[in-house]
């Protein structure tokens, strides 16, 4: 797939973005690929799916009311970039943090910025539960992201601790969300939070049962978390 075909693709999404973004993911999708030969990335194999699973859905939040302009982002557990890095490449104004346990990731989410020439993006790495102690990154972020890491509760411990009183969390969902609600919500209150209202974030062309769940920080998260490597899946919060 082609820059032409990611440009036509974005417009049917109605995607706000700049005019570089389609040869910028252009360069992801070709790398995307090399490197997945190597090291496990992602399941995704085919361009279209690629280009529809991972690059427009992780785009999707443009169109909410929730990416405010000029703001700084964190993407814990960012693995191949999904939604951290193609959001950082069609919004050069918010500055993400890329955060994740595995080297090997990192070092290609950074060859993908050289390639592309993205400068608003960097990595650190750290385990979510490790980073959400760091002074330097705890509760910093406007916003914090994460695309198919966790149950909803886990997810919670996992992103709370980065952002910042009035800033929000913001989790990728599918149906199973509806099984995660109650569970979330408790684990929410305990971190500091208040669940807002899932929006819709369907892909053209495709009938997933997407949505991205909002949970708003209206209080600081107790020293106490995030706890200890492990125990957020372990013994997840709000069960």
Same mark, same amino acid.
């Given at each position: ?128 539960? %490790? ?25 919670? %411990? ?37 669940? %807002? ?43």
């Amino acid at each position: 797939m082609n820059r032409e075909d990611i440009r036509i693709r974005l417009e049917q999404n109605e995607i706000p973005a700049p005019i570089e973004l389609p040869e910028r993911l252009e360069i992801y999708l070709a790398l995307l690929k090399e490197w997945n030969s190597r090291m496990d990335l992602t399941a995704s194999v085919e361009d279209g799916e690629i280009v529809d699973r991972h690059l427009m859905d992780s785009l999707t939040v443009l169109k909410t009311d929730y990416a405010a302009e000029k703001t700084c982002w964190i993407d814990v557990g960012t693995g191949a970039g999904f939604p951290g890095l193609v959001i950082a490449m069609a919004r050069p104004d918010i500055d993400m943090t890329l955060l994740d346990a595995q080297q090997k990731r990192l070092n290609f989410l950074q060859a993908v910025m050289d390639a592309a020439g993205i400068t608003n993006a960097h990595t650190v790495h750290a385990r979510a539960e %490790e980073g959400g102690r760091k002074k330097e990154l705890r509760e910093q972020f406007d916003c914090a992201v994460a695309r198919a890491v966790a149950p909803l509760n886990v997810l919670s %411990e996992y992103l709370l601790p980065y952002v910042k009183i009035g800033g929000c969390a913001l989790c990728w969902k599918g149906p199973a969300l509806r099984d995660e609600l109650e569970a979330g919500r408790r684990a929410a209150h305990l971190l500091g939070g208040r669940l %807002e209202m899932p929006v819709s974030c369907p892909v053209y062309g495709q009938n997933w049962d997407h949505m991205i769940l909002p949970i708003r920080k209206t209080e600081k998260t107790a020293a106490a978390y995030p706890r200890k490597p492990g125990m957020p899946k372990a013994k997840p919060l709000g069960v």
